[in-house]
T-cell receptor
Framework: GNSVTQMEGPVTLSEEAFLTINCTYTATGYPSLFWYVQYPGEGLQLLLKATKADDKGSNKGFEATYRKETTSFHLEKGSVQVSDSAVYFC???????????FGSGTQLTVLP | GAGVSQTPSNKVTEKGKYVELRCDPI?????LYWYRQSLGQGPEFLIY????????DSGLPNDRFFAVRPEGSVSTLKIQRTERGDSAVYLC???????????????FGEGSRLTVL
């Protein structure tokens, strides 16, 4: 069935470190891929998305590239900040389905 | 406010009781979703409304769960005979669906944390 597997946390980094959070998916057809972020005390919000193979989504210095051949959508940021501390969720929207399928989330803590 | 509003933010109840959770979506958003998030897990889909009708309720775990959206705006998730396993954060999200398929950009509320003792 459809599923998302993402890197388990928690992840703790120092400020300005490089971040990668891995995400792979299993889905029928050609899904749209998303990263959502949940900051402390706030609701989930869309961080970035990509709708077709080789598309790169980017926002707030974060990037992720839709890799169809490896069914992956890894999240990267070159230099993290303390304010990036949050829980990050990989998700996809497949075919005629109207609901997102989410991964289990990765807790990121960035230390000053 | 301009965002998705959920009430109550916290609800503690006893096993066997009935609870209602309310969601007020962003004005003008035609699509409304309910998700459930257990500790350490990602959100799991429960039900999706397009306007007043439940377009997809395949995620509701059993017949104790029911949701309505009578006027196409506010929605209420209703849980009968609550069980300890129902304890979770219930998330509501809305989006503007163009009718040609949702873009996947959902706007989430902060959730209602339900604890069943």
């Amino acid at each position: 069935g459809n599923s998302v597997t993402q890197m388990e946390g928690p992840v703790t980094l120092s400020e300005e470190a490089f971040l990668t959070i891995n995400c792979t998916y299993t889905a029928t057809g050609y899904p749209s891929l998303f990263w959502y972020v949940q900051y402390p005390g706030e609701g989930l919000q869309l961080l970035l998305k990509a709708t077709k193979a080789d598309d790169k989504g980017s926002n707030k210095g974060f990037e992720a590239t839709y890799r169809k051949e490896t069914t992956s959508f890894h999240l990267e940021k070159g230099s993290v900040q303390v304010s990036d501390s949050a829980v990050y969720f990989c998700a996809f929207l497949s075919g005629s389905a109207r609901q997102l399928t989410f991964g289990s989330g990765t807790q990121l803590t960035v230390l000053p | 406010g301009a965002g998705v509003s959920q009430t109550p933010s916290n609800k503690v109840t006893e096993k066997g009781k009935y609870v209602e959770l309310r969601c007020d979506p962003i004005s003008g958003h035609t699509a409304l979703y309910w998700y459930r998030q257990s500790l350490g897990q990602g959100p799991e889909f429960l039900i999706y409304f397009q306007g007043t009708g439940a377009a997809d309720d395949s995620g509701l775990p059993n017949d104790r769960f029911f949701a309505v959206r009578p006027e196409g705006s506010v929605s209420t998730l209703k849980i009968q005979r609550t069980e300890r396993g129902d304890s979770a954060v219930y998330l509501c999200a809305s989006s503007f669906s163009s009718g040609r398929g949702d873009t996947g950009e959902l706007f989430f509320g902060e959730g209602s944390r339900l604890t069943v003792l």
